[in-house]
């Protein structure tokens, strides 16, 4: 549901990965384009008039999700997820275990269908917040679908989801328009000033040319988180303003090489086959297990690559099977004993 620039993009990287692809919008002409852009296969005005679908998601703005959502689950949809960058409300607002909400932490400063790209998610994050009621199967196929398309998969709750992308993106993004208003009104008294606008001003800048009308809706659904971040951001630059006013090269250098290096520490993404390890953890047939493990993860900073739940014919019994980077495995099978799993490890060869 939904068939602008995510929409579009999930669309066409399902399509690239085999799918028929049904695409659903409230703009005739935007359908029209979709088919056209060929990111879905056929159009319909309506969930209902989908059908019965292995996987319905919802790309609408976060004001809309809710309603959205609850809508598509009138519908026969195996599956339900969203592509929302704020969950907690949507989260609390819905309880049915076929619904697995998600944030695909990508972007473009394209805008509609115009700017989807099947690509688009290749390498980044997505972000999938399951709440009590969400099935393990669910999840679990949410999961291989975020895999097919390129995407990490990260589980977390929702109300920390938020938090967190109040700091990595929400904040950042007015920071960057911010900027750039800063830059422009300087700019009306030296015309000169954009042209020095080198890489790093560019760089810092560019995600302020992403599309408006999305953000006033995410601000007032994700209020609380953001305002927290913005009140720590202006708190540690007043410290900066400190440092510079009064030229203590020490303290300001040393902040300085702090920031360095947690930039080169960020985590980058693809590994070999060759440097995965299965990780194998017995598990009782019931809901919740698959998120709990996948959660752990999370919190351990393990990636997992890929995810599967095996049910056991003989009884409430199942295995969850997740691969991870070799390195990284033995860390993920302490968290899981302490939690009192019983894991084995398997190097991929």
């Not at 422009?184 to 992403?210: K, P, S, W």
Request: glycine share 8%.
């Amino acid at each position: 549901m939904g068939v602008g620039l995510i929409g579009g993009s999930i669309g066409g990287a399902l399509r690239r990965c085999g799918w028929e692809v049904i695409g659903v919008d409230l703009d005739p002409a935007r359908t029209r384009r979709a088919r056209e852009r060929g990111v879905v296969d056929t159009v319909v005005a309506t969930p209902a008039d989908a059908g019965s679908v292995d996987l319905a998601v919802v790309a609408t703005p976060v004001g809309h999700l809710v309603d959205t959502v609850r809508a598509v689950l009138d519908t026969p949809a195996a599956v339900v997820t969203d592509a929302g960058s704020v969950k907690a409300p949507v989260a609390r607002a819905i309880a049915d275990p076929r619904f697995v909400p998600g944030h695909p932490m990508a972007g473009s400063e394209q805008e509609g269908v115009d700017g989807a790209d099947p690509d688009l998610f290749d390498g980044a994050t997505w972000v999938l917040t399951p709440t009590e009621t969400t099935d393990d199967d669910a999840l679990a196929r949410v999961q291989s679908v975020v895999s097919a398309v390129g995407a990490q998969a990260v589980v977390t709750p929702p109300e920390r989801h938020d938090a967190l992308v109040a700091l990595v993106s929400h904040v950042p993004h007015l920071v960057a328009a911010t900027l750039m208003q800063l830059a422009d009104r300087r700019a009306a008294e030296h015309r000169v000033l954009l042209r020095l606008a080198a890489g790093g001003f560019r760089d810092m800048t560019r995600i302020a040319a992403g599309h408006p009308a999305i953000w006033p809706d995410i601000c007032a659904e994700n209020r609380d988180a953001i305002v927290a971040v913005l009140d720590e951001l202006t708190g540690e630059l007043d410290r900066v303003r400190g440092l510079v006013a009064d030229s203590d090269r020490e303290a300001l250098l040393a902040r300085l090489e702090s920031a360095r290096r947690a930039r080169r520490n960020l985590p980058t993404t693809a590994l070999r086959p060759d440097a995965l390890t299965e990780v194998r953890v017995p598990v009782r047939d019931r809901k919740g297990e698959l998120a709990a493990i996948a959660s752990l993860a999370a919190d351990l900073d393990v990636n997992i690559y890929d995810l599967e739940i095996a049910h056991s014919a003989e009884g409430p019994r199942g295995v969850v099977i997740v691969l991870v980077d070799t390195a990284l495995a033995e860390r993920l099978h302490g968290g899981l004993l302490a939690l009192g799993y019983r894991p084995s490890l398997r190097p991929l060869t």
